[in-house]
């Protein structure tokens, strides 16, 4: 099945500077990648999505970047704010298309 | 409210007795999800439903059964709970495919001691 790596595990910035967390993925058929959000004491939230006919997609401070090639995928965060602290998850689908393999995640910490 | 939601949010059994996870969307979504979150595993799949009375197995089914005779709810049971199925379970709901956006329940947390 489709196995999904992420790095870095945890991630500290200073508020206002960038963030990148990076994925692979090793299913060459899978075809959309989804990053999902997840605050203390609560489930994961979608915050943006790309597909593989695509190779970047921007919504306000978030990117996501996908390089099919190489088979790896990135979720950029700029001008990063305290809010943005969570625990992110990169995903890929899988299995006829009815699934998705998370990534292990990372935890953003965003200092003041 | 329309979501989803899961039921008991906390619970503390002991091993070898059964216990059974709540999770009801409102939105007749046809796909829901069972994942369980531990620390250093992030979220693996247990068990999914296409559809009323269609349900398979995920990365990590051995020691769950679900139904789904309804499709607004899809429970969790745990026939013989053991320690190592001590974790966060979520519950999440889509209207189709993988290529659509999954919904998260807020979690049940479940102490096996």
């Known amino acids: 099945g489709e196995n999904v790596e992420q790095h870095p595990s945890t991630l500290s910035v200073q508020e206002g500077d960038s963030a990148v967390i990076k994925c692979t993925y090793s299913?060459?058929?899978?075809?959309?990648f989804p990053w999902y959000k997840q605050e203390l004491g609560k489930g994961p939230q979608l915050i943006i999505d790309?597909?593989?006919?695509?190779g970047e997609k921007k919504d306000q401070r978030i990117a996501v970047t996908l390089n099919k090639t190489a088979k790896h995928f990135s979720l950029h965060i700029t001008e990063t704010q305290p809010e943005d602290s969570a625990v992110y998850f990169c995903?890929?689908?899988?299995?006829?298309?009815?699934?998705?393999?998370f990534g292990k995640g990372t935890m953003l910490l965003v200092s003041p | 409210d329309a979501g989803i939601t899961q039921s008991p949010r906390y619970k503390i059994t002991e091993t070898g007795r059964q216990v059974t996870l709540m999770c009801h969307q409102t939105?007749?979504?046809?796909?829901m999800f069972w994942y369980r979150q531990d620390l250093g595993h992030g979220l693996r799949l247990i068990y999914y439903?296409?559809?009323?009375?269609?349900?398979d197995k995920g990365e990590v089914p051995d020691g769950y059964v679900v139904s789904r005779s309804k499709t607004e709810n899809f429970p969790l049971t745990l026939e013989s709970a053991t320690r190592s199925q001590t974790s966060v379970y979520f519950c999440?709901?889509?209207?189709?495919?993988?290529?659509?956006?999954?919904?998260f329940g807020p979690g049940t947390r479940l102490t096996v001691l």
């Open positions: 999440a709901s889509s209207a189709g495919l993988a290529d659509n956006e999954q919904f």
């Open positions: 299913d060459s058929a899978s075809n959309y």
């Open positions: 790309i597909r593989s006919n695509v």
């Open positions: 995903a890929a689908n899988e299995k006829g298309y009815s699934t998705l393999t």
């Open positions: 939105w007749s979504h046809s796909y």
């Open positions: 439903s296409a559809a009323a009375d269609i349900t």
